[in-house]
């Protein structure tokens, strides 16, 4: 699914948080990187859906499987309450060279991870951790070329890519600020993987291909939003442990309300503007809870 740098450094906020994060369903919405494409379905936007069983002579005693429509606005994710801390301390988040970069992912993965499976233990929902890959210039993966723009989600190999490039730079023109921006667009892309594990992911998109431009666009934020938003409940649920306080918090604050369609070049409106970035950055991580990031339900107006 996929910007910024205190208050000094205006300018670059808007190129980096105009990308949104990027789904390798396109990168997606969130505060990643640098340029954004223009609003068409990307590689991992049109898997190949998986055929469900049609039984050649259908029983009424057979139930059937919910619909599309019944996977993003009512799964079970939405009704196990708040997530349980990892109780992870951030790790070190000086991305000096490519190394020390994928080493602070790799160990994030597994603090997020502990959370999540957590999670969705609760819900009876499967679990597997994604994984996660630094990488410099470009790289071919399954969902197209990675080239150093913006994080991506792959839906096809359940890959997070991390361009080592936008880490560095800013890194080096802001390290506080930098350390937020990989805290929320990690937290982003794996709330984009909690959507591929529990059906969302696949269900939005299918979704998509039967609704027109404007109606795509719309459940295109939905999706966004919800990623967004799934990964501020876990920065909220880790809160006392990472920890969120101080300068680190008063940086990701600067970060949610400075990020969105609004700063995009070239101009989308595919992961929402920065009013609906940031409410639901706010609630997912007041909340706590998936139930705080059910965007299906949620009226046009809040995703916009």
């Known amino acids: 699914m996929t910007r910024p740098l205190l208050i000094g450094l205006v300018a ?7 990308t ?10 969130g505060g990643d990187a640098e340029a954004k494409q223009t609003p ?18 259908p029983s009424p005693s057979t139930p059937r499987g919910p619909t599309v429509d019944e996977v993003v606005k009512a799964s079970p994710l939405y009704s196990i309450g708040p997530v349980a801390a990892s ?3 951030e790790p070190a988040w000086a991305p000096a060279t490519v190394a020390a970069d994928q080493q602070y992912y790799n160990r994030l993965l597994l603090c997020m991870g502990r959370t999540w499976w957590l999670a969705m233990k609760k819900g009876n929902l499967p679990f597997r951790n994604p994984k996660a890959v630094v990488y410099v210039g470009k790289l071919s993966s399954p ?11 792959c839906l096809a190999n359940e890959t997070i890519y991390l361009p080592f490039t936008v880490d560095n730079v800013n890194y080096t023109k802001n390290p506080v600020y930098s350390r937020a921006i990989m805290l929320n667009t990690f937290a ?16 939005s998109m299918t979704r998509q291909k039967s609704m027109n431009p404007t109606q795509q666009l719309t459940e295109s934020r939905r999706r966004e939003l919800q990623a967004t938003c799934l990964g501020s409940v876990y920065l909220g ?6 920890p969120m306080s101080g300068p680190l918090l008063a940086n990701w604050k600067l ?5 969105g369609d609004d700063y995009a070049v070239p101009r989308g409106h595919d992961h929402g503007n920065r009013v609906s970035n940031y409410q639901w950055s706010i609630a997912g991580y007041n909340g706590k809870q998936p139930n705080s990031c059910n965007t299906f339900t949620a009226a046009p107006v809040r995703v916009n």
Do not use: D, W
């Open 12 to 18: 670059l906020a808007v190129l980096v948080l105009g």
């Open 20 to 29: 949104g994060i990027t789904l390798i369903v396109r990168s997606v919405g």
């Open 40 to 57: 068409t379905a990307p590689a991992s936007e049109t898997p190949s859906p998986t055929p469900s069983p049609t039984p050649s002579s």
């Open 87 to 89: 109780k992870c301390v």
């Open 143 to 153: 969902c197209g070329m990675q080239r150093s723009v913006r994080a991506a989600y």
């Open 188 to 203: 982003h892309e794996y709330g984009h993987h909690v959507q591929k594990l529990t059906g969302i992911l696949a269900s």
């Open 237 to 242: 649920a880790n809160a006392k442990f990472i």
């Open 255 to 259: 970060l949610i309300a400075h990020m």
